[in-house]
């Protein structure tokens, strides 16, 4: 039980829990005695994400200057051209940094992220850009399954003040694209939520993302998930229920 959870409370800079983590996780292994299931997998859902919310503030603190367009959008850039991404893809990656919005970080959710850097698969194929990450991913799903929610973009774009998401995780993907379109926001494609994954990868040590704004086979939502040290993409039913 203990190993099972420990595996997701590693600082992303060292190979060690660290001390208040290993508090959280003994304090949850003493609950497994007086909680039902469900409980218990949200008790640690929880404490994952707060963990991960507080690597965020810390990393914020840390690497301010990423947090403008011309620190993050060059940082980004750097991490596809060492990832080898081609030189002509590349070529199309000259954004007007000087005419972007400033970003100020909101309290309420605590997981965005200025600037992310989208590639289309048009360019670069998704079991392509899946491979390409710090963490190489894979997938068993048919390439010709996936489809965009909107036309998709010819061009690599910016996402502006992205979101992870995690406020949704007591919804149905149903509930979840729901409170997203009520929300003014757009859900993020699979090609954005990879890129999302390339610009803070430590994201899938505590949590799966869904690219609510694509289908597999239409009635399928693509997830994106770390399983046993690899990057995983598969799908989930449309029709799925709550999964934290």
């Given at each position: 039980f203990k190993a099972y959870y420990m595996r997701f409370f590693m600082d992303?800079?060292?190979t060690s829990p660290r001390p208040d983590w290993k508090q959280l996780v003994a304090a949850g292994t003493t609950l497994a005695s007086s909680l039902e299931?469900?409980?218990l997998e949200r008790y640690?859902?929880?404490v994952r994400?707060?963990?991960l919310e507080r690597l965020f503030i810390e990393a914020q603190v840390r690497n301010a200057?990423?947090?403008s367009a011309s620190g993050a959008v060059p940082y980004q850039l750097g991490l596809l051209g060492n990832a080898g991404y081609p030189q002509e893809v590349l070529a199309q990656t000259r954004f007007p940094l000087d005419e972007l919005p400033a970003w100020t970080h909101s309290a309420q959710p605590t997981l965005r992220f200025p600037f992310v850097v989208v590639i289309p698969a048009t360019l670069v194929s998704i079991s392509e850009q899946l491979e390409r990450l710090p963490t190489p991913g894979y997938t068993s799903?048919?390439?010709d399954g996936?489809?965009?929610v909107v036309a998709p973009e010819s061009k690599p774009?910016?996402?502006y003040d992205v979101s992870a998401g995690v406020q949704h995780r007591d919804q149905s993907i149903q509930e979840g694209l729901v409170a997203v379109q009520q929300a003014g926001a757009a859900p993020l494609t699979v090609v954005e939520t990879l890129a999302l994954v390339r610009a803070a990868p430590v994201l899938l040590n505590y949590t799966f993302l869904r690219a609510g704004g694509s289908r597999h086979d239409e009635t399928n939502v693509p997830d994106i998930y770390l399983s046993g040290g690899k990057i995983k993409l598969k799908r989930e039913p449309l029709d799925s229920g709550v999964d934290i």
């Open positions: 992303s800079e060292s299931p469900k409980q640690f859902s929880d994400i707060a963990c200057p990423l947090l799903l048919n390439s996936f489809s965009d774009y910016l996402l």
